[in-house]
């Protein structure tokens, strides 16, 4: 059809098999082996974006309502099956404008296995489902052994991830908290104090999607350490991080050091640390950095902090980049906080992320959220800046 725009793919032929055997160890039993959560949300936002060589903004107003499930059935003490959907609807400027809403919805939703569906009206209104998890675990003394698609978090860092090589994600997307998944399996071994040995895979058709690691985590003394070696979309990758006290404030790091597999690609590597503490009065304030070597330290897109294609190679748009994050409870229901990322350089980036959220009740939630980013153009000025209003209702 002209006007619409259809993508069905949570029925692709293996997606259906996995979905029917997965409901059809689920559906007969409704008892206490059984929990459903999740939650519906409101998210109204305004965007002002202002596109060269343009003097004036151009305003993007669109509304989602969203609504996750989350599935879980223990047919036994060893064995948990897990699905959880995520459901969303969209309305407004961006939807009617982007005539592939959808592709990239579904596009940063699926991995080797086709598991979403979609549809768009040009008129401003589009759905879009996805399993972002599907997967059975099984735990027996101290093996673990997880099939399907999981969230494999091997990070340890608050907001830069580079030892997240299977699902890495992009911090300014504040509205997804449970993050991508990856289809894979996972195996791990427990030994000692908070130590363990892990494998993990991810399905691909080549290597230029595929990642494959063994993960190495221990204790010593009061730091826990890691390390891990692997191959990660078409680059060997060797790295590590740790995490532990300096003094009373919290001291965490990470480190990757990506090689091609191709004579024509390009060695790079990611560090990043950050110190974090909690006063008395409940101020949490959090400091960070992080060295890109494929960041840019020149005059970067507007559009690379919402848009650029995470991964664990390339976290954050420039070279070097500093973070400060303060939150702080300003009565029992009420908490502020803010989010300061600076990139020195030429464009001299700032990225500015102001947070107001309110307890309204017994599991409901307002957020009140402000994204701004400034930049050196001809002048120094902010070509973006959005505001969201977000309310949360759990179950």
């Known amino acids: 059809m002209n006007n619409n725009s259809i993508r069905w793919g949570l029925f692709d032929k293996q997606a259906f098999i996995v979905v029917f055997f997965f409901a059809t160890i689920i559906a007969p039993s409704f008892s206490q082996s059984l929990t459903l959560n999740g939650y519906i949300k409101s998210l109204q936002s305004v965007v002002f974006y202002r596109v060269p060589p343009l003097t004036q903004s151009i305003m993007l107003n669109d509304q989602l309502l969203h609504n996750r499930l989350n599935l879980r059935y223990y047919p036994s003490d060893k064995w948990t099956l897990v699905a959880e959907l995520r459901n969303r609807v969209f309305f407004g400027d961006q939807v009617r404008l982007d005539p592939g809403f959808i592709e990239t919805l579904s596009r940063g939703s699926d991995d080797y296995l086709d598991l979403s569906a979609g549809y768009r009206n040009q008129k401003g209104y589009a759905l879009h489902t996805t399993l972002d998890r599907l997967y059975a675990d099984f735990a027996s003394g101290n093996w ?145 950095a992080l060295f890109n070597s494929l960041g840019s330290s020149g005059d970067n897109n507007t559009a690379d902090l919402f848009s650029l294609e995470i991964s664990a190679r390339n976290l954050y748009p420039y070279k070097y980049s500093l973070l400060i994050q303060a939150m702080y409870p300003i009565t029992p229901l009420l908490n502020g906080g803010l989010i300061l990322v600076y990139s020195p350089g030429k464009a001299n980036a700032l990225f500015l992320n102001p947070v107001l959220t309110w307890s309204i009740a017994e599991n409901w939630d307002l957020d009140l959220v402000f994204q701004i980013f400034f930049r050196n153009e001809d002048i120094y000025r902010s070509p973006v800046q959005a505001g969201f209003l977000r309310t949360k209702w759990s179950f």
């Open 144 to 288: 673990e052994f997880r099939l399907g698609r999981q969230r494999i978090n091997w990070g340890i860092g608050t907001t830069w991830n580079p030892n997240d090589i299977f699902n890495a994600y992009n911090f300014t997307d504040f509205d997804y908290e449970e993050r991508p998944g990856s289809d894979a399996v996972r195996i791990r071994k427990y030994f000692g104090i908070a130590s363990s040995l892990e494998l993990a895979a991810r399905a691909a058709d080549d290597w230029a999607s595929f990642s494959g690691a063994l993960l190495l985590k221990m204790h010593s003394g009061t730091y826990d350490w890691q390390l891990l070696a692997g191959v990660a979309e078409n680059h060997a990758v060797l790295g590590g991080g740790w995490a532990g006290n300096l003094g009373d404030a919290s001291f965490k790091g990470e480190l990757a050091w990506f090689l091609p597999l191709e004579d024509d690609g390009e060695n790079s590597l990611a560090i990043t640390m950050g110190l974090d503490y909690t006063f008395e009065n409940q101020l949490y304030l959090n400091g960070g």
